[in-house]
């Protein structure tokens, strides 16, 4: 059984670093053809996907973020980690961690943790 | 970046209704659309994956279809419990983009 789940701060002060920590089970991030994303949800809003790392350490970012994202993996102790320098109240949102794996050649976002919800507030 | 625009925004439905909802890429991205169910409170669930494959264990109701820049949701005998947001995402390329959502209530 594929389980991810998220951790994170809860609140936090603007300018701020946020940390967040995804631990699954279930699959290894040392496994060929599996990535773990970020998404996160503005309260009432959609989705934005924010970064992806992979099996052999590939990482992608969105570029909406301007360098503020740093993601990595702990393979070992199967968690993926989310930093996210220099934040705001538009960073207030509930933050997802997402697995993809290898679908016939076609990578598929098929589990997501419960999310963790983070608000930026003075 | 790719724009997904979903329409309807929002749909007002019946039960045994037959639902059908639209995503419009900005850009050809060939096959390579996922639709996302997600209902209130909980985080998104994969439903269909690359624009037409039913993921493992989803109901045969749910159906996708299209290619380039147009793709088509349907749900064929709407259930109640069906009620939830989707989501079109694509999947061509980076960064990945969401549609801003078609949200099902009942009529």
């Known amino acids: 059984q594929v389980t991810l789940k998220e951790s994170g701060p809860g609140i936090l002060q603007p300018s701020q670093t946020l940390s967040l920590t995804c631990s699954f089970s279930g699959f290894s991030l040392s496994t060929s053809g599996i990535c773990v994303s970020w998404i996160r949800q503005p309260s009432g809003k959609g989705l934005e996907w924010l970064a992806t790392i992979c099996w052999e350490d590939s990482k992608g970012y969105n570029p909406s973020l301007k360098n503020r994202l740093t993601i990595s993996k702990d393979t070992s102790n199967n968690q993926a980690f989310l930093k996210i320098t220099s934040v705001d109240t538009a960073d207030t949102a509930i933050y997802y961690c997402?697995?993809?794996?290898?679908?016939?050649?076609?990578?598929?976002?098929?589990?997501w943790g419960q999310g963790a919800s983070v608000t930026v507030s003075s | 970046d790719i724009v997904m625009t979903q329409s309807p925004t929002s749909m007002s439905i019946s039960v045994g209704d037959r639902v059908t909802m639209n995503c419009k890429a900005s850009?050809?991205?060939?096959?390579?659309v996922d639709w996302y169910q997600q209902k209130t409170g909980q985080s998104p669930k994969l439903l269909i994956y690359k624009a037409s494959n039913r993921y493992t264990g989803v109901p045969d109701r749910f159906t996708g279809s299209g290619s380039g820049t147009d793709f088509t949701f349907t749900i064929s005998n709407m259930q109640a419990e069906d009620l939830a947001v989707y989501y079109c995402?694509?999947?061509?390329?980076?960064?990945?983009?969401f549609g801003g959502g078609t949200k099902l209530e009942l009529k």
């Open positions: 850009q050809n991205v060939g096959s390579n």
């Open positions: 995402m694509q999947s061509n390329s980076y960064p990945r983009t």
């Open positions: 997402a697995r993809i794996q290898d679908t016939s050649g076609y990578y598929v976002m098929d589990a």
